[in-house]
């Protein structure tokens, strides 16, 4: 079995361990299942950060139906900023999950598609939309709590 299958077996079975410090990237021979709770510089530590954010999970949605134009990705996203958009189409472009087209009609426009790796991360973004759904009245309830508690 995968590691990442064994991750996601392990999140469905509420069963991680508690971090641990001093654990590599690769984990321990004890235990190498766990390896991104450890250290900032593993790689799927990296690249969840870079495709996990909150800006990168926005704009995929805005992607999934159809290409667009950066200009409507932008309309889209209220309180994006060109700088933040910018950076996060590069860093998608980059890990390979955003394509980037430039349509040289005139004006020249850029036009941005999610790839077929960015599609296999479509299951579990709704999924996560899913849950924010479900259990927004129970988050509403906890934040209650603990604002009245300060």
Known sequence: MSEARQFENSLRQNTLPEAKDGVGCEGTEADPRYPVFSAAACP???????IADKWSVLILAALCAEPLRFNVIKRRLDGITQKALTQSLRRLERNGIVARHVITSSPIAVEYRITPLGHTLKQ???????????????????????????
């Open 44 to 50: 799927s530590r990296l690249l969840l950060d870079q």
């Open 124 to 150: 579990p973004f709704q999924a996560l939309y899913a849950w924010t759904l479900d259990y927004l009245p129970e988050v509403e309830r906890a934040r209650a709590v603990f604002d009245s508690k300060g």
